[in-house]
């Protein structure tokens, strides 16, 4: 894709999306652990984006999301993606339905797990 590119790193654990969960009352509501995560997602998003001045963008996105683990343990690196890129709804783009194409790739760092989260956007559209 041409255009401008926007990365940014969350620092510790990537965190997977969790289903939503129903309560007291029967009403729904998103786990904790996964609400943080993804406010710590929008945080390093908007912190980049602000410090590169990139505007808000209408057109088609693709989505590299980068997942290091602290230790070998089983994990379903799709449910990252899932929340980096609910997390970036208003925020990198209007809606994660812009994105056409996302990959996502995992492997083990046990001094500094993190996310690294790459942006391009089409410049044309």
Do not use: H
């Amino acid at each position: 894709m041409a255009g401008l590119m926007l990365s940014f790193t969350v620092d510790g654990k990537p965190q997977g999306k969790q289903r939503a969960r129903r309560g007291k009352g029967g009403k729904w509501y998103t786990p904790a652990e996964t609400a943080r995560y993804e406010t710590e997602v929008a945080y390093a998003a908007m912190c980049e984006k602000a410090r590169r001045a990139i505007p808000m963008t209408f057109g088609p996105v693709a989505v590299e999301v980068a997942c290091y683990f602290p230790d070998a343990r089983r994990r379903d690196c799709d449910n990252v993606l899932k929340a980096v890129l609910d997390a970036g709804n208003g925020v990198v783009y209007l809606d994660d339905s812009q994105v056409v194409k996302a990959t996502v790739t995992k492997a083990i760092d046990r001094d500094r797990p993190r996310t690294e989260v790459t942006v391009w956007y089409d410049d044309r559209s």
